[in-house]
């Protein structure tokens, strides 16, 4: 530990600090915590979801019609059994399929953290769950660009190219008068949100999407 002074109790203290959270995006995760990833059959950290093999993409991908609720979840004991297990498997074939058949490859230092708990203290991060997935869907669905067919683009919530152009306008405009603090000054998303980064979205979902929609979705 650190020793540091308490101001309001007068007294010193030794700080300590533990580690019960680490993030990243699913490669890296995977990486860190010695999982066979997401293109595994069991490739999912949460849940124990079966992945299926197709002989036409030559991919493996999860079914859709899966209850979500139904899901196994993975818990810590069943993850530190299954990281024994491997440890004691001398034969490689047998341990190749137990892999195959969990997602896990092996053992990692961050299990012998008592603060740590498999797989909660590992979260998906904000920016590949929300800014760079959530945040542009959302946008393909209000902008009509979601359904490649254009069967299904024509609902209440789609907004017409003149309001689109509208909101972008908007957003180009409103760079004269913002900080630079706020990052890299904002960009006409009905022309540029293809080219988006993270911080862009993140800056859509949090400043401006809110102020811009209000007059257009009112009853949405």
């Not at 991919?59 to 993850?79: A, D, G, M, S, W």
Request: glycine share 6%; with cysteine.
């Amino acid at each position: 530990g650190i020793p540091c002074f308490n101001g309001y109790t007068k007294q010193n203290f030794l700080l300590k600090a533990y580690l019960t959270h680490c993030t990243g995006d699913i490669p890296a995760i995977s990486k860190c915590l010695n999982l066979a990833g997401h293109n595994a059959y069991k490739g999912c950290r949460f849940c124990n979801l079966l992945g299926i093999y197709s002989t036409v993409n030559r991919h493996i991908y999860f079914p859709l019609n899966k209850q979500c609720k139904n899901l196994v979840l993975r818990t810590h004991e069943e993850t530190k059994h299954i990281i024994n297990q491997l440890s004691l498997e001398t034969n490689k074939s047998r341990k190749e399929l137990i892999i195959k058949d969990t997602g896990i490859k092996g053992a990692n230092l961050l299990f012998k953290l008592k603060g740590i708990e498999f797989p909660w203290s590992f979260p998906i991060d904000i920016m590949h769950l929300y800014f760079e997935n959530v945040a542009p869907l959302m946008y393909l669905h209000w902008s009509g660009g979601f359904f490649k067919d254009n069967k299904h683009d024509d609902n209440s919530y789609n907004l017409t190219k003149k309001e689109l152009e509208y909101i972008g306008n908007l957003m180009k405009e409103s760079k004269k008068c913002l900080p630079l603090e706020i990052g890299r000054a904002p960009r006409d998303i009905s022309k540029y949100h293809t080219g988006f980064k993270a911080v862009e979205w993140r800056n859509w979902i949090e400043l401006f999407s809110v102020p811009l929609l209000k007059d257009i979705f009112i009853d949405k």
